[in-house]
């Protein structure tokens, strides 16, 4: 019978079945950080337990560590608290940690695929909602609670129930200027923030194929904004060759990935397809991620605006978003913040100043990525046209750490999540994409990307 690559994946790892759609699952790679962790490891502490497995466990800081002067202890004692709290667990349970400092640091989900930590085939959990970016590997992969945090590191298992499969498939040719992170931003405003619940989707159509894995990798972070449990895309020759270019590999190996794939015929409980070459360069008007629209069209195009956030954004239905007038500008996060990224940006940069009134934050996902950058010299664009180019972390794409965006002040943001409040107590959020954003930053308001690119 033809199975999808979701059932292959979850078949290989069944402990035991308890009923027809419910099983234990072995776990093949745990992330930790700071944040989710603290509460499982008391909860061995308190019963005398030790992880069953630490060298499957990989450990980082991200989300509470400062972006600037992280030679220095961290000044805002939780965050403070939380950091060293993770470094005495990890040497108590013998679990490799790259923390502050650490020359592979950086934001869990960006350090894992970049140190071939994370590989096709595998099922990989973390206490994080967009451990789906791992996906984009052909990998099984998605966040978990700290109750199922302490229930892996004791036992390398979790309960889980077969979740329900769902393809989309995205053919045709981007426009000039469209990324991935419009693409799966299109896609969340098509579907709706429940549009995908309950499934784990594979995506799938020329689009996704032509996607370099950071790109795939963005979506795949996304996923989850659409309801779905996580996101995958196919393994082919790009993700062998990235995957290869980290660790060494047997053509045994890599054709037991292949092997992964969907069969031709395999059913999904649920098909969506869409066409490429409508999408065009996205932006948020509300406070969730599925208000996403054309950034050329009014806020009445988007299908899923409702009065109360529109209110918090101090927005009208009737308004056109080209033109007004920002605050800030965020280029990170666990969805953009990879080399490639900073690239993009650095494109639109370059030989440019920065608005006087807008403040700007460059924040690589990783020390990898940040020396890298520095190799390519994308620091001194970013220095040259006034933006702010700092370390790594999770930063300003949630307020747990000192980059806050200051109440009232908007924001074009490559993260994941406008919610109320996300990126500061009052802040304001519009998720886009790396170039959009650059180019927000460039003029000091929203702007059509296309017009920067040579």
């Known amino acids: 019978m033809p199975r999808t690559k979701i059932d292959k994946i979850w078949d ?15 776990i093949d790679t745990h992330y930790i950080h700071e944040v989710t ?18 060298k499957q466990t990989i450990a980082t800081a991200d989300h509470n560590i400062p972006t600037k002067n992280q030679h220095l202890p961290i000044e805002n004692k939780l965050s403070n608290i939380q950091v060293s709290t993770l470094v005495q667990n990890c040497a108590n349970h013998n679990i490799e940690l790259f923390g502050v400092g650490h020359e592979k640091n950086g934001i869990v989900h960006v350090i894992g695929p970049e140190n071939g930590y994370t590989l096709p085939g595998m099922t990989i959990v973390c206490g994080d909602s967009h451990t789906s970016t791992h996906g984009a590997f052909g990998a099984l992969a998605f966040g978990i609670g700290t109750s199922q945090v302490e229930h892996v590191l004791t036992t390398q298992a ?102 992964l794939n969907s069969d031709s015929k395999a059913e999904f409980d649920s098909t969506i397809e869409f066409d490429g070459s409508t999408i065009a360069p996205m932006i948020t008007t509300g406070t969730s991620p ?23 954004m101090q927005l009208e239905n009737e308004d056109t978003l080209l033109g007004k007038k920002i605050d800030y500008v965020f280029i990170g996060s666990c969805t953009n913040s990879r080399i490639e990224d900073l690239r993009q940006v650095a494109e ?33 664009i970013f220095e040259a046209a006034g933006f702010e180019f700092r370390e790594p972390g999770c930063s300003a794409c949630l307020a747990m750490n000192d980059d806050k965006i200051p109440s009232g002040a908007l924001c074009v943001s490559t993260s994941n999540r406008n919610f109320e409040g996300r990126q500061g107590d009052g802040a304001r959020t519009f998720l886009a994409s790396p170039i959009t954003a650059a180019a927000a930053a460039i003029k000091g308001e929203i702007t059509d990307p296309r017009i920067y690119l040579n």
């Open 37 to 54: 962790s603290p509460q499982a490891f008391s909860g061995l502490d308190a019963r005398g337990l030790k992880v069953l497995r630490p």
């Open 12 to 26: 290989q790892h069944i402990v035991k079945s308890v009923t027809a759609e419910v099983d234990v699952l072995y």
């Open 348 to 380: 639109i940069a370059k030989d440019r100043q920065k608005a006087d009134h807008v403040t700007v934050w460059v924040v690589p996902g990783s020390n990898e990525v940040r020396n890298q950058a520095k190799e390519e010299g994308l620091d001194v």
């Open 158 to 259: 979790l309960l889980l129930s077969r979740p329900k499969t769902m393809r989309i498939t995205v053919n045709g040719c981007l426009q000039r200027g469209v990324t991935a992170k419009d693409a799966v931003l299109y896609i969340i405003a098509q579907l709706g923030t429940e549009g995908a619940t309950g499934h784990f989707v594979e995506f799938t159509g020329s689009v996704f194929e032509s996607f370099s894995m950071e790109e795939r990798m963005t979506v795949c972070n996304m996923s989850i904004e659409m309801g779905a449990r996580g996101g995958m895309v196919g393994i082919d020759a790009t993700t062998i060759e990235y995957v290869d270019s980290r660790i060494e590999l047997s053509e045994t190996r890599k054709n037991a990935w292949l092997d």
């Open 290 to 312: 599925d208000t996403g629209i054309d950034l050329t069209k009014s806020i009445a195009s988007s299908k899923r605006n409702n009065q109360k956030g529109l209110k918090y």
